[in-house]
């Protein structure tokens, strides 16, 4: 969301006066939500015109150069839109949900904003961080969206450079694969965010990270338009580049699914098995992929017994072979599902229970059998170990 009119930054910029009057070192009176609401506006009208002492200007003195080399690292990275909602201020804080893009991001990405007040803004841990935030960004518009390559000299070591370029080659395939099974009711333009690795991915998403090729990020939360938020995917080049390159882009395309089913706003009271969610991505990801099946179910097929439907909490396990076991059971009752209905089906499935359709309504509906009956043919399949499902 672009600003207004231009206005005199200098001047918006000072402080309103009930601001003014308590910035003291013994004021502890809250802000007034409007006064703060009406300074972090003309924040952004200046910080989007490049106008950097202007965006700095409702800061404390103390922070504002650490705050201004920041912002030259957000406009450097192809800042579009910046905003913040004020929803709560305190005698020495004020929070809210902040709203940002860069050029070829096709949605902003929404995240929580967290300041510190002492009768000025002042910088604080706490709300979401922005690729910026962790050093120099290198942004690179290509066809599906934008990278953002971050650390020192980003893009420019080898093995960065290596994913970087097959990252840039691989998006926009991978935005048409996700249009020809989802549909394209979803943003244009994706940001990949490349960092150095696992440190780096904890940061931007406040999740440790140490067993992820890649994540999607960004908050559950509706943009003025009432549509949901963007969602960008961050990735390590640690562990990226340790993946084939067929799975390098068989990781891509599972966030980007990720990024599609995310841009519908579930209904409200919708419960969405993870199992489905994750299933789904890997089947659009893997979908006619030149892989054995048996290979990528591996963990499932050696655990032995009957296999189960994972619980959500799976997902989320410290223990990898319990992660890759969730992972491995979600695709193939997912794919299993889609060879007796149609990968179409499985996608109105996805569709019918984000909309709030309990699970089992929608495998009749949609599947024309009821939930039991599909668990049952994936364990007999996996009993099979998976015979005929090629390649």
């Known amino acids: 969301m672009r600003p207004g009119p231009p206005l005199p930054r200098r001047a918006l910029l000072l402080l309103p ?10 004021a502890a009176r809250a802000p007034g939500r409007t006064d703060v609401q009406r300074l972090l506006d003309a924040r952004a009208a200046a910080l989007l015109s490049g106008d950097l002492p202007a965006a700095g200007a409702g800061h404390a003195a103390a922070d504002r150069a ?16 910046w905003a913040v909602v004020v929803e709560g201020t305190g005698a020495d804080r004020v929070t809210g949900t902040s709203r940002v893009r860069v050029r ?9 904003f967290r300041a510190g007040w002492d009768g000025r803004l002042r910088t604080s841990e706490g709300g979401t961080p922005q690729p910026w935030d962790l050093g120099e960004v290198a942004a690179r518009v290509v066809e599906g969206g934008v990278l953002l390559v971050v650390g020192p000299g980003a893009g420019d070591g080898g093995t960065t450079r290596e994913v970087v370029e097959q990252v840039a080659t691989d998006l926009g395939a991978a935005t048409a694969r996700v249009d020809a099974v989802w549909g394209a009711d979803w943003p244009r333009g994706t940001a990949v965010v490349v960092v150095p690795g696992p440190a780096e991915v904890a ?11 890649a994540v999607a990020v960004g908050a559950d939360a509706a943009l003025p338009d009432g549509a949901p938020a963007g969602v960008r995917v961050v990735l390590p080049v640690q562990r990226f580049a340790a ?19 995310r841009a519908t706003a579930p209904a409200a009271g919708a419960v969405v098995p993870r199992w489905l969610t994750e299933g789904y991505a890997d089947h659009v990801a893997r979908l006619d992929r030149d892989v054995a099946a048996s290979a990528l179910a591996a963990p499932l097929l050696s655990a032995g017994g009957v296999p189960q439907v994972p619980a959500d909490a ?60 599909v668990v049952a043919t994936w364990r007999a399949d996996v009993a099979s170990d998976l015979v005929g499902w090629g390649p």
């Open 66 to 81: 650490e705050l201004r080399a920041r912002d030259a690292r957000a406009l450097a990275a192809g800042l579009a839109e």
């Open 203 to 213: 940061r931007l998403t406040g999740r440790p990270a140490d067993r992820l090729d």
């Open 314 to 373: 799976a997902f989320d396990s410290p223990n990898p072979a319990a992660l890759q076991l969730a992972y491995a059971a979600a695709w193939t009752l997912v794919t299993s599902a889609a060879r007796g209905a149609g990968t179409p089906a499985v996608t109105a499935l996805v569709r019918a229970v984000r909309s709030g359709t309990d699970l089992e309504r929608a495998c009749r509906d949609v599947l024309g059998r009821p939930f039991p009956d």
């Open 104 to 112: 070829g991001e096709g949605r902003a990405v929404a995240g929580t």
């Open 243 to 261: 993946l084939t390159p067929l799975g390098r882009t068989i990781t891509l395309t599972h966030e980007l699914v990720h990024v599609a089913t």
């Open 17 to 26: 006066p009930a601001l003014a009057a308590c910035s003291g070192p013994t």
